[in-house]
């Protein structure tokens, strides 16, 4: 892939040319694409809106809900992560301190 030529995908019946400025290759690049063509199919099956723009703003939101709750389930790993943490360092500084 010539990364001026871009990769021509389609999503929700549209062709787009997307170029990979981040150089995350096309593979990548059509991953994305199908899983947003994949949200917009879905919306378009629950609510048979007729105008894209429409589909594509519920897809967004529900691409965006996604993120979020990962970021919230991400950010609960790493306060469980820290905590435990936290934890061994006290119980190495008491097992020291009673070394001594």
Known sequence: MNETEGVKVTIFGTQYTLIDSEGRGEAH????ASYVDDKMNE??????LAASTKV???AALEIAEELF???RTALQVDE???SRIETMVD???TARR???
């Open 91 to 93: 119980a190495i500084n």
């Open 43 to 48: 919306i378009y099956d629950q609510t048979r």
């Open 29 to 32: 690049i059509r991953e994305i």
């Open 56 to 58: 594509a703003v519920l």
């Open 98 to 100: 009673s070394e001594q």
């Open 69 to 71: 709750e990962e970021q």
């Open 80 to 82: 469980g992560a820290i």
